[in-house]
């Protein structure tokens, strides 16, 4: 009976394990302390899951800054193929935003490299103002 209602409820039959195939993914192949690396300033790269929309979850590299709210994420258009075929999103935690920059890279490395500058800018910008250090004006009598 439950095996005829799991059928009507989901429209397929119980599947064992062997038919599922296991899939390497950005977290199998990404060496994150070399990708760290290659990033300006205070920037780092992570792994994590996300779900947009309808769509599969996906593992993507997230690459982030401990005082910045801004995230840029590097999705694969294809979980089977991690590394290729990269789609580049600038999320804004603070406003709740996700905007796509770059349809399609060729690869990680080349996303990376896409991003830097803007990584660089943007560190810039939110940089706290430092004060220089200035000589005493010394004014005459």
Avoid: K
């Avoid at 935690?93 to 991003?115: C, F, M």
């Amino acid at each position: 009976m439950l095996h005829a209602v799991y059928r009507w409820l989901f429209g397929v039959e119980n599947r064992s394990l062997e038919e599922v195939r296991e899939i390497e993914t950005i977290a199998d192949v990404v060496d994150l302390g070399w990708y760290s690396m290659r990033l300006p300033g205070d920037w780092d790269v992570r792994v994590d899951i996300v779900q947009y929309g309808q769509e599969a979850l996906t593992q993507v590299l997230i690459c982030t800054h401990p005082t910045v709210p801004i995230e840029f994420v590097l999705v694969p258009a294809q979980n089977a193929e991690p590394t290729a075929d990269i789609a580049v999103y600038r999320r804004d935690r603070t406003r709740g935003t996700r905007t796509q920059l770059e349809r399609s890279v060729v690869n990680l490395e080349t996303a990376i490299d896409t991003i830097a500058p803007r990584l660089r800018r943007i560190e810039r910008r939110q940089a706290p103002f430092v004060e220089q250090q200035r000589e005493p004006i010394v004014i005459s009598p």
